[in-house]
């Protein structure tokens, strides 16, 4: 059984870095093939694919965040991060780390089979 466990701030001030942290646990995010993502979703919107790593440690982002986004990870942890900088009121919003276990790698959450719970984060003053 794959498991996917979010930890990070709550709250994060407007011009900071947000630091997120995937635990993984039941697969290893190396030997496995798949794609291991961030997805979020704003208060009232659609879930948006933010970016993912592969099981070779090739990151790949959303161009419309791709300048403030950066995905890496700690083999050692199996674990993965995403750090996301200049943080806006717009960026409030529960981050989800999600895997996608099989073919090419999709934007798509329908293509997704493994998610986090989800934490929920909020930039504000």
């Known amino acids: 059984q794959v498991q996917l466990q979010e930890s990070g701030p709550g709250l994060v001030k407007p011009s900071q870095t947000l630091h997120l942290t995937c635990t993984v646990s039941?697969?290893?995010?190396?030997?496995?093939?798949?794609?291991w993502s961030w997805v979020r979703q704003p208060p009232g919107k659609d879930l948006e694919w933010m970016g993912a790593i592969d099981s070779g440690g090739s990151a790949y982002y959303n161009p419309s965040l791709k300048s403030r986004t950066s995905i890496s990870r700690d083999t050692s942890k199996n674990q993965f991060t995403l750090r996301l900088s200049s943080v806006i009121p717009e960026d409030t919003a529960v981050y989800y780390c999600?895997?996608?276990?099989?073919?090419?790698?999709?934007?798509?959450?329908?293509?997704?089979?493994?998610w986090g719970q989800g934490t929920q984060v909020t930039v504000s003053s």
């Open positions: 999600a895997c996608q276990a099989w073919g090419r790698l999709s934007t798509l959450a329908r293509d997704y089979d493994y």
């Open positions: 039941g697969a290893s995010i190396t030997t496995n093939h798949g794609y």
